[in-house]
């Protein structure tokens, strides 16, 4: 069963039938699994990363660069980067693959710039170590969110789980 949650790094042996819609399942080998997270931030992230992967990704088109991406995204949570600015690169790094990011930022301040032109030259886990205050990775999540929505046209449902850990992490 775990290897079916979200985000979970499979090899799966299948078989399809002509003229099915319906593929069987022979086995699923579980190889990263985010249950091995123990922060429960990252865990909620998780899911978001998840939701929005399964958005942009074509019904029976493979892409592998959505899938590196995913794949990277995990072993950057269980490696302990920090969820919330490995999500603002997430964000941006999806947002290009998809040919949706503005290359002119003239809107963004110095410290958002900064951010994005230093996440362009490290892979996911070397974002933990990348200059992000608090002002700037809020200001990068309106930006991104605001992207994502309006070209899918929607709310993502797993936004609503994220900021109620961020109240939960706030009361605390």
Same mark, same amino acid.
Do not use: H
């Given at each position: 069963v775990g290897a079916l949650e979200p985000l979970t790094d499979v090899r799966v042996a299948y078989f399809e039938r002509e003229r099915r819609e319906l593929v069987g399942m022979n086995y699923a080998e579980t190889v990263r699994? /985010?249950? !091995?997270?123990?922060?429960?931030d990252a865990l909620g992230y998780v899911s978001y990363f998840a939701e929005l992967l399964d958005e942009w990704a074509q019904d029976a088109d493979a892409d592998e660069r959505l @899938?590196?991406?995913g794949v990277?995204?995990? #072993? !950057?949570?269980?490696? &302990?980067?920090? +969820? #919330?600015?490995? +999500?603002? @690169?997430? #964000?941006?790094? =999806?947002?290009? %693959?998809?040919? %949706? @990011?503005?290359?002119?930022?003239?809107?963004?301040? /110095?410290? +958002?710039?900064?951010? =994005? !032109? +230093?996440?362009?030259? *490290? /892979?996911?886990? &070397? *974002? &933990? #170590? %990348?200059?992000a205050e608090r002002g700037v990775l809020k200001e990068l999540e309106h930006v991104h969110r605001s992207l994502i929505a309006m070209h899918l046209e929607k709310t993502l449902k797993s936004e609503r789980v994220l900021r109620d850990l961020g109240r939960q992490s706030s009361a605390s």
């Open positions: 699994s /985010p249950l !091995a997270i123990t922060n429960s @899938y590196r991406l990277s995204m995990l #072993e !950057a949570l269980a490696a &302990g980067v920090p +969820a #919330e600015p490995l +999500a603002r @690169y997430f #964000e941006c790094w =999806l947002l290009r %693959l998809q040919g %949706l @990011y503005p290359e002119a930022r003239g809107n963004l301040s /110095p410290g +958002a710039a900064a951010f =994005l !032109a +230093a996440s362009r030259a *490290v /892979p996911p886990r &070397g *974002v &933990g #170590e %990348l200059p």
